[in-house]
Structures are given as structure tokens and as C-alpha cells.
């Protein structure tokens, strides 16, 4: 067995023996999005530091803990923070979460971030289902031997954000009667923000958002053949004609404010996920 088969199924076992049973589906909280953790009845928690190989996330507002339990009538894995290449992780580290859930029988992976909006059609606060990304990250989680268990060394991309799973999420918005955008992200890799010249480079490539993650999870899905869908929430316009300073704190502020929205939207999602799949 290779060291990434080997370091994963560690983490696997670990998981299991303390409690984790099934697992329909995982949860990716982004920057401010924690909200969702607080309506699951977690059954299990951890901290990052807890779990062997897992890097501790280093950035202060992302908390680093790992939740099991239900949610939607379903079991859940939420990963509250996330792991960004900025930090200095590897590509294998950025994907992990998204890998454990895989291997402990997660059907399905549901992503959160906060992005820059780029469409001038679209409103802060807003949130964008991500249709499809352009990857702009300097590295790959697949680069390097392939990784059989996980899945084939040419993986397509065809269908990346699983179209029954956006389908439901645009049917779920408009019944709860929240805006849902739909587009494309940039993935970069960060961690400055944008020139105004690189904003007009990304709208003219055809980005509707951009942001610092999401690319390499929705990859390392595919790899793996697991349906995920992507949601952003829209936290500071990019418009590279009238740029204005940004400030991390009113990004964040911003993806708080629509954190209930997205979680209400997650978790009918979960309620209706087997649907949703077959769609
Ligand atoms: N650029 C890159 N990442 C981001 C942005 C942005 O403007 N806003 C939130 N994350």
C-alpha cells in the first residue's frame, strides 16, 4: 500500500473506533460558515490536533473541528474549517476531508466558501451554486502516482458539480424564497487578493466568482467518483474599475450574514439527498 492509502485509512480506523458508524454524507464549512454545526446533533466531536496526520487548520477564524452525528435524518460529517494551500499545506493535506468521508461511505460531499463576485449582475451577500471552476491553482491533489484504491489516473471532469444535487439546490432556494445564484469559480491560490487587472483577466476567462479553495476538494470528488455541489457566498465585489480596500473582517461579516440562508439550503438538501442523487 502507498503512504497516501495508508495515512488515510489511519485516520479511518481512528474514526471508527471511536464511534463513527455510517456516514451518508460530509459537509465542508467554510470561512464564517459554521452556522450549520449548530443545528446537527453531534454525536461525536473532534478538534483537529486530535486526529493523527490531520493538520491543524492555522487560520484563526476557521475553528478546526471535526463534528459526527445527525442532521436532515441523515449521519453527517462536518468538517468546520478547512485546509488551504496558502497555509502551506500540500495539495494531499487540502483534500483530506474530503477523502476521509469517501472512505468511510459519504455519498456525497456538500462545500461551502466565501468568494469574490465578479458577475456585476450578482449582490453581496448573495449566494452562487457553483456550476463548473476554472482551476488556477499551482497544484494538483492528483499529481504524483495515481492512488488506484481511490480512483483512475484520468479522471473527467465533465460532470464535476453533480447536476441532480444543483438541480435541488436551485428547487430548495426558491421554495424557502433565498436568491440562488448560479456560476463559475476561479480558484486561485491566494492568500492576497486580486489586482484590478487580474479581476478583469478572471471575468474575461469567464469566472463569476473567485476564491482561494473548493477547485482541489471538487477534484479529489471526482477522483473518487462522489457526487458534491458547491455553494459561495458572495462577500466582496470585484469590480476592477471601482475597487475598493478590502477588509477580511467585512468578508467575514458578510458570509455571516448569509450563513443561516446556505445552512437552511444545506440542510434541506440532506433531507432530500437520496433524490436529489438519482436526479
Ligand atoms: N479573491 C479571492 N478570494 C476571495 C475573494 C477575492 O476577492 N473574496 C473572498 N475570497
Same mark, same amino acid.
Given at each position: 500500500?502507498? $503512504?497516501?492509502?495508508?495515512?488515510?485509512?489511519?485516520?479511518?480506523?481512528?474514526?471508527?473506533?471511536?464511534?463513527?458508524?455510517?456516514?451518508?454524507?460530509? &459537509?465542508?464549512?467554510?470561512?464564517?460558515?459554521? $452556522?450549520?454545526? +449548530?443545528?446537527?446533533?453531534?454525536?461525536?466531536?473532534?478538534?483537529?490536533?486530535?486526529?493523527?496526520?490531520?493538520? /491543524?487548520?492555522?487560520?484563526?477564524?476557521? =475553528?478546526?473541528?471535526?463534528?459526527?452525528? %445527525?442532521?436532515?435524518?441523515?449521519?453527517?460529517?462536518?468538517?468546520?474549517?478547512?485546509?488551504?494551500?496558502?497555509?502551506?499545506?500540500?495539495?494531499?493535506? /487540502?483534500?483530506?476531508?474530503?477523502?476521509?468521508?469517501?472512505?468511510?461511505?459519504?455519498?456525497?460531499?456538500?462545500?461551502?466558501?466565501?468568494?469574490?463576485?465578479?458577475?456585476?449582475?450578482?449582490?453581496?451577500?448573495?449566494?452562487?451554486?457553483?456550476?463548473?471552476?476554472?482551476n488556477l491553482q499551482p497544484d494538483?491533489?492528483? %499529481?504524483?502516482?495515481?492512488?488506484?484504491?481511490?480512483?483512475?489516473? =484520468?479522471? $473527467?471532469?465533465?460532470?464535476?458539480?453533480?447536476?441532480?444535487?444543483?438541480?435541488?439546490?436551485?428547487?430548495?432556494?426558491?421554495?424557502?424564497?433565498?436568491?440562488? %445564484?448560479?456560476?463559475?469559480?476561479?480558484?486561485?491560490?491566494?492568500?492576497?487578493?486580486?489586482?484590478?487587472?487580474?479581476?478583469?483577466?478572471? %471575468?474575461? #476567462?469567464?469566472?463569476?466568482?473567485?476564491?482561494? +479553495?473548493?477547485?482541489?476538494? &471538487?477534484?479529489?470528488?471526482?477522483?473518487?467518483?462522489?457526487?458534491?455541489?458547491?455553494?459561495?457566498?458572495?462577500?466582496?465585489?470585484?469590480?476592477?474599475?471601482?475597487?475598493?480596500?478590502?477588509? #477580511?473582517?467585512?468578508?467575514?461579516?458578510?458570509?455571516?450574514?448569509?450563513?443561516?440562508?446556505?445552512?437552511?439550503? =444545506?440542510?434541506?438538501?440532506?433531507?432530500?439527498?437520496?433524490?436529489?442523487?438519482?436526479?
Amino acid at each position: 500500500m502507498n $503512504d497516501v492509502m495508508e495515512t488515510l485509512n489511519e485516520v479511518v480506523e481512528y474514526l471508527q473506533e471511536r464511534g463513527v458508524g455510517q456516514v451518508d454524507c460530509g &459537509v465542508i464549512l467554510g470561512t464564517g460558515l459554521g $452556522d450549520l454545526a +449548530s443545528k446537527i446533533e453531534v454525536e461525536k466531536e473532534w478538534s483537529y490536533n486530535q486526529i493523527p496526520h490531520l493538520p /491543524v487548520a492555522t487560520v484563526e477564524f476557521h =475553528f478546526g473541528r471535526l463534528l459526527y452525528g %445527525r442532521l436532515g435524518g441523515k449521519w453527517v460529517l462536518a468538517w468546520q474549517g478547512r485546509f488551504h494551500y496558502y497555509e502551506g499545506y500540500t495539495m494531499e493535506q /487540502v483534500v483530506m476531508p474530503v477523502r476521509i468521508t469517501r472512505l468511510l461511505g459519504g455519498r456525497a460531499m456538500l462545500i461551502s466558501n466565501a468568494a469574490g463576485a465578479l458577475n456585476p449582475e450578482h449582490d453581496l451577500g448573495d449566494l452562487m451554486c457553483i456550476e463548473d471552476h476554472i482551476n488556477l491553482q499551482p497544484d494538483n491533489p492528483l %499529481r504524483g502516482p495515481n492512488v488506484n484504491e481511490l480512483g483512475s489516473r =484520468f479522471p $473527467d471532469l465533465y460532470r464535476a458539480y453533480h447536476p441532480g444535487l444543483r438541480a435541488a439546490l436551485h428547487r430548495i432556494a426558491g421554495a424557502q424564497g433565498t436568491t440562488l %445564484r448560479a456560476g463559475i469559480y476561479a480558484s486561485v491560490a491566494g492568500p492576497h487578493l486580486e489586482t484590478p487587472a487580474e479581476y478583469r483577466y478572471l %471575468r474575461t #476567462i469567464g469566472a463569476d466568482a473567485v476564491g482561494m +479553495s473548493t477547485a482541489p476538494e &471538487v477534484i479529489a470528488c471526482a477522483h473518487m467518483g462522489m457526487p458534491c455541489a458547491a455553494i459561495s457566498v458572495l462577500t466582496d465585489a470585484c469590480d476592477p474599475d471601482r475597487l475598493a480596500p478590502v477588509v #477580511i473582517e467585512e468578508i467575514l461579516a458578510t458570509a455571516q450574514k448569509s450563513e443561516g440562508a446556505l445552512s437552511r439550503l =444545506f440542510e434541506q438538501l440532506i433531507v432530500e439527498l437520496d433524490e436529489a442523487l438519482v436526479a
